[in-house]
């Protein structure tokens, strides 16, 4: 099993780039945003507890967010590997996803974590924002405290998996498709 963890602030292209990395290596992807909105979609009643937050730009309860990962992994034995996008967000997610693939003696291969200057997240999130429809990218204020979550509580994910040796820093400006033959320059080093 083959298994990736795609890292980066918010607005860093973390959803864009995992649409092409699970087609060309035939991944799972686990978004946690992804996972989350469709909850919140359904009205459901995580999705109402998420989306307090989400609207706030601060992060979901670890235990949530876990719970969800727990039960997207059990539904699919059959992967021949996860790209795991927007997750671990807290240290405490990656010490929980360590245990989870430990019981599938499935490791995480590489940690590829994309570098985007604040700068310009903030504007690729407003542009996101004017059709997305997604509440957490129309308002400045909010994108700006999403990127205050990831400075406090998310970053320190990097240093967790830096004593394991399996960051590797990716450019994330430019196109689309110089930073996916970026990405997968790494990843072909490492399958
Ligand atoms: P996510 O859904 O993970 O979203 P994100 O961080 O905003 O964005 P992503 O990085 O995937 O965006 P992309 O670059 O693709 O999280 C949303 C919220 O859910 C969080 O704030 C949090 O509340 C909650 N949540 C999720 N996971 C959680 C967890 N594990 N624990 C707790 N809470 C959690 O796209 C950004 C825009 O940039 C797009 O419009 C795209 O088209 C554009 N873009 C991409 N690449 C570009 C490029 N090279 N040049 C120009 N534009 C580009």
Known sequence: MFNL?????PGSGKGTQSEKLMAKYGLKHLSTGDLLRSEISRQTPLGKEAQNFMDKGLLVPDEVVIGMISSALDDNPDAKGFLFDGFPRTSDQAKAL???????EAPIAAMLALEVSEEELIKRLLKRGETSGRSDDDNENV?????????????????YY??????VMVKGEGTVDEIFERLCTEIDKRA
């Open 98 to 104: 360590d245990k989870l693939l430990k019981l599938k």
């Open 162 to 167: 830096k004593q394991f040796d399996k960051v």
């Open 5 to 9: 963890i795609l890292f980066g602030p």
């Open 143 to 159: 994108i700006r405290a999403r990127i205050v979550e990831y400075r406090d509580k998310t970053a320190v994910v990097a240093d």
